[in-house]
């Protein structure tokens, strides 16, 4: 009886040692740069790379937005400047934190995050790294019918609705006239060239036949600056970061899906037509809201997706991350403009575009055409 016992005892921890018995302490193997989390019986990959990549970038956002909060013409420590920012310090460090810095500061946040993730969705819609709002139009779009609310009815809040529907304009007339943002992405950018230069004519041709008053109010949205931007633009641009953000990132991870054919998304289960419908709507009204509050800020769009690219890796969509960087940027920007010439201050528009411009001729030439036909 005894031996027979021992027997069993170690048939079952023979069994329990095998491989091909399964354990409670066996995971199934995980891709390469993901970690498995387990907890109440339920598990979820977590990629790295994204993750560290992230949390690295908004650390250097904080640290950015504190230099501009400290800097100015009465400087502070950046600490005392984030402390300010949340009503904790002398009266005078409050005031002049959160009624002059503070405003800017959220105005920059808000632009620069909105032309990431427009840039995100048309670069990843349209297969090539050129195409963003600044490229297709959507930007001059925007511009010029802000500029004309501006120069025939001056109202608060009409910028921003007109920004939108130039931005929806210049996206339909490029998408109907480039035949879709998906397999025919030069073609979509060729078009899209050529309707922001159009855009772009009628824009100075309003400005030059317009009042010296209406003009001088309307020029700010043709070079891209940050100072004494209105406040309800600012709501409402930060209302719609509020929805598109998460419809983007939703839309994002559809998105991925398109790198194959369209007859294999489709199979995949991904309305095709639909998500590239539903990829425009958010990257025009992410775009016409930035211009509407900063105007037409050229080279965030195009530089804050590549750099969310290389943070977090090829594998996902990194909206979020390129949120982050179009804010940093937008930030770095607006800092450099107002402390480099100082106490002349140089538009945030014209910094990105000395900035961007050797970014741009650089991706121009490291960027090998697609065969579309």
Do not use: H
């Not at 425009?280 to 590549?306: K, R, T």
């Amino acid at each position: 009886m005894t031996s027979t016992v021992k027997t069993a005892k170690a048939a079952a921890a023979k069994n329990a040692a095998s491989p091909d018995t399964p354990s409670a302490a066996t995971r199934p193997p995980t891709p390469p740069g993901t970690r498995l989390l387990a907890l109440g019986g339920r598990s979820v990959l977590v990629p790295v790379r994204p993750l560290l990549g992230g949390a690295a970038l908004l650390l250097v956002l904080v640290a950015v937005t504190a230099v501009c909060l400290a800097v100015g013409e009465t400087n502070l420590d950046p600490v005392t400047a984030l402390r300010a920012a949340f009503g904790d310090g002398t009266a005078r460090d409050v005031l002049l934190v959160e009624k002059l810095r503070l405003p800017r500061a959220e105005a920059a946040l808000a632009v620069g995050a909105a032309l990431g993730v427009a840039g995100c969705l048309m670069q990843t819609l349209a297969q090539n790294r050129l195409a963003t709002p600044d490229t297709v139009g959507f930007n001059e779009g925007a511009t010029a019918f802000a500029v004309a609310s501006v120069t025939g009815v001056a109202t608060q809040l009409l910028p921003s609705a007109a920004a939108l529907v130039g931005a929806a304009t210049a996206a339909s007339l490029a998408f109907a006239l480039g035949g879709g943002a998906g397999r025919n992405g030069y073609r979509f950018l060729v078009v899209g060239l050529g309707i922001g230069a159009v855009f772009g004519a009628v824009t100075n041709l309003m400005l030059s036949r317009a009042a010296i008053d209406a003009a001088n109010s309307a020029y700010a949205w043709t070079v891209g600056t940050l100072n004494s931007r209105d406040a309800d633009a600012v709501g409402l641009l930060l209302l719609g970061l509020l929805v598109c953000l998460p419809a983007a990132v939703l839309l994002g991870r559809r998105l991925s899906l398109l790198r194959f054919s369209d007859a294999v998304a489709t199979g995949l289960g991904v309305r095709v037509r639909g998500l590239r419908v539903g990829v425009l709507v958010v990257a025009v009204v992410c775009a016409g809201l930035a211009v509407a509050v900063a105007g037409p800020l050229g080279m965030i769009a195009l530089a804050a997706p590549e750099a969310a690219r290389r943070i977090a890796g090829p594998r996902c969509v990194p909206v979020l991350t390129s949120a982050a960087a179009g804010a940093a940027f937008t930030l770095l920007a607006d800092l450099l403009g107002r402390t480099v010439l100082s106490p002349i201050e140089v538009p945030a528009g014209l910094v990105t575009a000395v900035v961007g411009g050797p970014y741009l001729l650089w991706l121009l030439l490291t960027t090998r055409p697609r065969r579309t036909a």
